[in-house]
């Protein structure tokens, strides 16, 4: 697929990067010694990602007489203006979880050094994080032209095969429930698992509210009630947003898990299967524009294998979970593509169910039951 053919990214901001520069330098004039002088040269906003604004930048400052500079991130809360992919944002909450993954994991997060939740100073809350060197594999193009898709069968292997581990490595953090209890959903349920898939319909009303209503995903919220697991299984730490364009590589083992809005408590399968389906939903979109794509790469039963020979624990119920991935998936793709129509990038469909890019993968798991 030539560059001229690949879909359009996501216009994720209206924020003008002039003044989110000068507010960043008055901010961090307070934060750091006086006299630093703050300056930011350089900001930029990566491609990947749709949730929270992203905002690479340098700092540069005077300390004790000499020159200063770091390179950091910020997290910042996008504008309701903007269409957000998700009803609320909770930056200390995603601040939280990155401080006590680091704490009570191995898995490699980026250090937090500072929560704003005073939108005043650059119009939004914010965090800033460190900055990680490594390279993303970027949504909807990692598979059909990339640095991963050009990489030997080995490296693909390699990069599948350490991320299956990290998360593995996410879901053995000891005590979850105590630890990590601010991550429980709030919506009502019996269970963890309860709990989240009632947050994940109340997310989907949120972007029905917005974009309208979508019988296919209201179908597969039904079918999911009806196919409830009946051992639902241990009850761990969930990132949620398990997939690749979430992870920094360096020589194709991950450097650093980004993007936590998603993360809470619930059954290990939820991280498998979105693994999974994260990389399904890119090769579908890949299958319209006629491209090979990465067919060999992260299968369910390749994934599965893996995890259970770093875990000892055999993934169940993998129907289930994986169809209530891509539910949640059709979700993400309905609000993605609505901002597109809103942000004038796209033209409105006649049928709004053709803004659900894995709606073939979605039907054909409801059809056949799992």
């Not at 996008?78 to 993954?101: K, N, T």
């Not at 006629?290 to 000892?312: I, N």
Request: aromatic share 10%; charged share 20%.
């Amino acid at each position: 697929m030539t560059s001229a053919n690949r879909p359009k990214g996501t216009q994720r901001s209206s924020r003008d990067l002039g003044q989110l520069r000068a507010g960043l330098e008055k901010w961090l004039a307070g934060k750091l010694p006086p006299d630093a002088a703050p300056v930011v040269p350089d900001l930029k906003v990566p491609s990947n990602g749709q949730s929270s604004d992203t905002v690479l930048f340098e700092a540069a400052w005077q300390q004790d007489g000499r020159p200063r500079g770091r390179r950091l991130v910020a997290r910042v809360a996008p504008q309701p203006s903007d269409i957000p992919l998700f009803p609320r944002y909770d930056l200390a909450r995603e601040f939280q979880v990155l401080r006590l993954v680091a704490e009570h994991t191995d898995a490699p997060v980026p250090e937090v050094l500072w929560l704003e939740p005073d939108p005043s100073p650059i119009g939004a809350p914010f965090f800033v994080m460190s900055h990680v060197d490594g390279r993303v594999p970027v949504d909807a193009v990692y598979n059909v032209d990339s640095w991963l898709s050009r990489a030997t069968a080995e490296q693909q292997q390699l990069l599948q095969d350490s991320t299956v581990a990290m998360v593995a490595r996410l879901h053995a953090a000891p005590d979850p429930a105590r630890h990590f209890a601010f991550l429980q959903y709030q919506e009502a349920g019996d269970t963890a698992l309860r709990r989240h898939a009632a947050h994940a319909r109340a997310w989907y009303d949120y972007v029905a509210a917005s974009a309208g209503r979508c019988p296919l995903i209201e179908q597969g919220f039904r079918w999911v009630e009806e196919h409830w697991p009946a051992d639902e299984g241990d009850t761990v730490l969930v990132w949620g947003d398990a997939r690749i364009g979430n992870v920094l590589y360096q020589d194709f083992r991950p450097a650093a898990l980004l993007d936590w809005e998603m993360a809470g408590l619930g059954p290990r399968e939820i991280d498998i299967a979105w693994l999974v389906s994260s990389h399904e939903v890119f090769e579908n979109m890949a299958a319209r524009y006629r491209a090979p794509g990465m067919p060999q790469f992260m299968r369910l039963d390749d994934v599965a294998a893996e995890y259970e020979a770093v875990t000892g624990h055999a993934v169940r119920n993998m129907d289930f979970y994986l169809t209530y991935a891509h539910v949640q998936w059709a979700t993400v793709l309905v609000i993605s593509l609505y901002r597109l129509v809103r942000f004038g990038q796209m033209a409105m469909p006649d049928d709004i169910q053709d803004l659900i890019l894995n709606r073939g993968p979605l039907e054909r798991l409801l059809a056949s039951g799992g």
